[in-house]
């Protein structure tokens, strides 16, 4: 399954000055819907409605590489 994911953080934006997200970080979640399988379209509309109440919470997931795995 494809998934959506970070591609870019604007350099001094909020996402790059909080130091929590990072670029490949998937989105599995914008506020309280679940965005598993979601089109990339879906996901940017959702995020959209979220920022017009000026926070947005996300849920990612990072895939973690393991040295010598």
């Given amino acids: 399954m494809i998934q959506v994911a970070i591609g870019y953080i604007v350099p001094g934006g909020a996402a790059d000055t909080d130091h929590r997200l990072q670029t ?3 989105i599995i979640r914008v506020d ?3 965005t598993l399988g979601e089109s ?3 996901v940017v509309a ?3 409605q979220a920022s017009s109440n000026g926070q ?3 849920g ?3 895939r973690v590489v393991v040295p010598g795995r």
């Fill in 46 to 48: 959702l995020m959209g």
């Fill in 24 to 26: 490949g970080d998937e």
């Fill in 56 to 58: 947005v919470n996300l």
């Fill in 40 to 42: 990339h379209h879906k």
């Fill in 32 to 34: 309280n819907n679940h």
């Fill in 60 to 62: 990612v997931r990072r």
